[in-house]
């Protein structure tokens, strides 16, 4: 019997069927995904509950999924398969779907790892009626399973504080792009040979995004007489305006509106600028391109008010952050970037190692692993002190004044 129970406990420890759950498959967690399907002892697969948008498909987000073993689609599957599946699970990872996963007869032991970005995007105004509403959905229909969060945003864990949710198990999250080896240092050294300073903003043309923020500064630097080249990478309802007003300002000698590129061309331009810009307010819930322009040795200098950027940014060791929607901050910061070239050089290398060595879906899933053994009381302690996994602290929309 003691032979017996110990084989038991170690096949409980290392035998796991985690369970994935979101509306699609796209490119910002392909590379999480495989990192996990090919774990030993680990039964991994990703269910995809609806089809991808229109809009989405169109910016180039729709994958050949028969390319994934791990996928699978909802609306193929029958209803026996979809109850085996969601009935044997030990792990749910519940990301943005419309399926109710508790019409069905779930393990009792089962963890469920809800993926959420912030949950005040559209008004961040909190009300009674609002805390009633998400603490229904969160706590109390929940409230027979052990769960957690994985917080795709540096707001969410406040968001979940404030309806009382996730006691002391709101963890960090995110996207996680394509990770790309490169030689750091032929990198940096082609960027430092540029002629001009290049700026790079990449993004849908749309109110939120703020691209109008990025127009500004380059007036700013123009009437400074400062030499660059800005490039506005996207297509939007707003093209057409953003396009009138750079033309407007005379500008045309030094922004370039790229329209909607390929995510390999879009790359490359990240692989030739100095400085990305990302300039969105409060409902960016993540933002990837801070990723894979950290990733491609850019200095990112990020809106405080993107999901992203208080995870991955350390203000002036591997980018720089500014005051949302304030130019003047926004300003101040592209200049201490344009008036030290070995400053920008310094955090475009850290910013590299951040993705390579925390910030990548490799080191993501090994500390997912470790996460969920630790909250199934495998392991004692937590070990990830930063990065995925780490405790999400709470981090409100004024933070920002603190770092200064």
């Keep these: 019997m003691a032979i017996g129970g110990s084989l038991w406990i170690q096949w409980k420890e290392y035998d796991m069927k985690i369970v994935f759950v979101s509306n699609y498959l796209n490119g910002h967690q392909t590379e999480f995904c495989q ?44 209803d026996i398969d979809i109850e085996d599946l969601f009935e044997t699970a030990d ?40 805390f009633i509403k998400f603490w229904y959905e969160y706590v109390f229909r929940y409230r027979k399973y052990e769960t957690a969060v994985l917080c795709a945003s540096a707001y969410a864990s406040a968001d979940f ?38 700026i790079l903003w990449v993004g849908r043309l749309i109110d939120w995004k703020c691209c109008v923020d990025v127009v500004e500064l380059a007036k700013r630097l ?79 200098i990020g809106s405080h008010a993107v999901g992203s950027v208080p995870f991955l940014i350390e203000h002036e060791k591997n980018g720089l952050i500014y005051k949302c929607r304030d130019i003047d901050d926004l300003y101040t910061c592209v200049r201490k970037c344009l008036d030290n070239p070995d400053f920008v050089e310094e955090m475009g290398y850290n910013a590299y190692f951040t993705i390579k060595n925390i910030w990548n879906a490799d080191n993501a899933s090994n500390k997912l692993i470790q996460l969920i ?19 999400a602290s709470f981090l409100d929309d004024f933070w920002f004044g603190e770092i200064r």
């Excluded at 993926?115 to 559209?122: I, P, V």
């Design 222 to 300: 123009k009437e400074d007489n400062i030499e660059f080249r800005l490039n506005i990478v996207g297509t939007g309802v707003l093209e057409k305006e953003i396009g009138e007003y750079i033309k407007k300002l005379n500008l045309n000698d030094c922004v370039v509106l790229e329209g909607s590129c390929p995510q390999t061309q879009v790359r490359t331009y990240m692989e030739q600028s100095n400085i990305l810009v990302i300039t969105s307010n409060h409902k960016e819930g993540w933002g990837a391109v801070v990723n894979e322009a950290m990733n491609s040795g850019c200095t990112v």
């Design 161 to 198: 504080s404030k309806i009382k949710a996730f006691n002391n198990r709101k963890f960090k999250w995110g996207y996680f792009p394509q990770f790309i080896e490169y030689d750091i240092n032929k990198l940096m050294n082609k960027k430092q040979n540029n002629a001009i300073a290049k």
């Design 373 to 391: 053994k630790y909250l199934n009381k495998q392991e004692k302690a937590l070990k990830s002190e930063k990065g995925p996994c780490s405790v």
């Design 91 to 130: 792990v749910i990872i519940l990301g943005d779907s419309k399926i109710d996963i508790l019409k069905y007869s779930l393990k009792k032991n089962v963890l469920i790892l809800f993926y959420r970005e912030r949950l005040f995007k559209e008004k961040r105004i909190f009300s009674r009626l609002r």
């Design 35 to 78: 990192d996990m399907y090919k774990k030993e002892n680990i039964e991994f697969t990703f269910l995809q509950t609806q089809q991808m948008d229109e809009e989405r498909i169109k910016l180039g987000w729709k994958l050949d999924t028969a390319e994934y073993n791990y996928f699978k689609e909802y609306a193929a599957m029958s």
